[in-house]
């Protein structure tokens, strides 16, 4: 089997931010996400829940496997039982998202998707972020507008936390003591400078050699080129 390529490194880097959480709901927003949900399902972790994102459970294989009517997806969502993998317009150091507008929100220079139901996805569950395109735009050292609430914003809500944040050069987490953004693995072929170049703020770094994300293993691959995404639609959202 042909060596596994950056998209299908963040294929795993996505799948393992769903890694131990038992039956909650996984909400993949974006490709990489959903074939990385559909991946950890299939391998080690089994008991998550798929949505069609309508009212539907679904199998890895798309197939129905139950009913997910809107009052049970809502008592799923403010109860810490789902975990949302969403994107950013705008991160910054704290996991503050913006998806909303960039510039001054009364008069802004390019409108966006709009709040939507960042405030609450972000508030009631965890919430993961996945990046295709890492750059100065995206990693800023504050966000124009607040609309995925950050750990400096959250106040301390019960269910309030940001697993890791993907993006096509690494993953990130907030493990520090002032919840500022880490730098947790880079992907092959990556360097520290490149990161540092791309990003707007500095992010805190492990003091010896930074890992690099887990290679997938000759099963996941399989999973991935044969089962989930036999057509290769990955490579469209980052390079091969």
Same mark, same amino acid.
């Given at each position: 089997? %042909?060596?596994?390529?950056?998209?299908?490194?963040?294929?795993?880097?996505?799948?393992?931010?769903?890694?131990?959480?038992?039956?909650? /709901?996984?909400?993949?927003?974006?490709?990489?996400?959903? &074939?990385?949900?559909?991946?950890?399902?299939?391998?080690?972790?089994?008991? /998550?829940?798929?949505?069609?994102?309508?009212?539907?459970?679904?199998?890895?294989?798309?197939?129905?496997?139950?009913?997910?009517?809107?009052?049970?997806?809502?008592?799923? $969502?403010?109860?810490? #039982?789902?975990?949302?993998?969403?994107?950013?317009?705008?991160?910054?150091?704290?996991?503050?998202?913006? &998806?909303?507008? &960039?510039?001054?929100?009364? #008069?802004?220079?390019?409108?966006?998707?709009?709040?939507?139901?960042?405030?609450?996805?972000?508030?009631?569950?965890?919430?993961?972020?996945?990046?295709?395109?890492?750059?100065?735009? !995206?990693?800023?050292?504050?966000? @124009?507008? !607040?609309?995925?609430?950050?750990?400096?914003?959250?106040?301390?809500?019960?269910?309030? #936390?940001?697993?890791?944040?993907?993006?096509?050069?690494?993953?990130?987490?907030?493990?520090?003591?002032?919840?500022?953004?880490?730098? !947790?693995?880079?992907?092959?072929?990556? %360097?520290?400078?490149?990161?540092?170049?791309?990003?707007?703020?500095? /992010?805190? $770094?492990?003091?010896?050699?930074?890992?690099?994300? #887990?290679?997938?293993?000759?099963?996941?691959?399989?999973?991935?080129?044969?089962?989930? @995404?036999?057509?290769?639609?990955?490579?469209?959202?980052?390079?091969?």
């Amino acid at each position: 089997m %042909t060596e596994a390529t950056r998209a299908e490194y963040c294929v795993i880097a996505c799948a393992e931010a769903w890694r131990g959480n038992g039956e909650v /709901l996984a909400s993949p927003m974006g490709l990489i996400p959903s &074939i990385g949900a559909r991946l950890a399902r299939l391998t080690f972790s089994p008991d /998550l829940l798929l949505t069609d994102g309508e009212a539907t459970l679904v199998r890895p294989d798309g197939t129905t496997e139950g009913w997910l009517p809107y009052r049970r997806h809502l008592a799923l $969502v403010t109860g810490g #039982r789902r975990h949302v993998m969403m994107g950013a317009s705008q991160i910054d150091r704290y996991g503050n998202q913006n &998806i909303s507008c &960039i510039g001054d929100w009364a #008069r802004p220079r390019r409108q966006l998707l709009g709040v939507r139901g960042a405030p609450v996805n972000t508030l009631n569950n965890p919430t993961s972020y996945w990046v295709p395109r890492h750059s100065r735009r !995206v990693f800023v050292e504050r966000v @124009d507008m !607040v609309c995925g609430v950050g750990y400096d914003h959250a106040g301390g809500a019960r269910y309030h #936390r940001i697993p890791r944040v993907v993006s096509d050069l690494g993953v990130f987490d907030f493990g520090t003591p002032d919840h500022s953004m880490r730098l !947790v693995s880079l992907h092959p072929g990556v %360097t520290l400078d490149q990161v540092a170049e791309a990003t707007s703020f500095e /992010l805190a $770094v492990p003091d010896d050699d930074v890992p690099r994300t #887990r290679p997938p293993t000759a099963e996941e691959l399989r999973l991935i080129r044969e089962v989930i @995404d036999p057509e290769n639609i990955r490579v469209k959202e980052v390079g091969a």
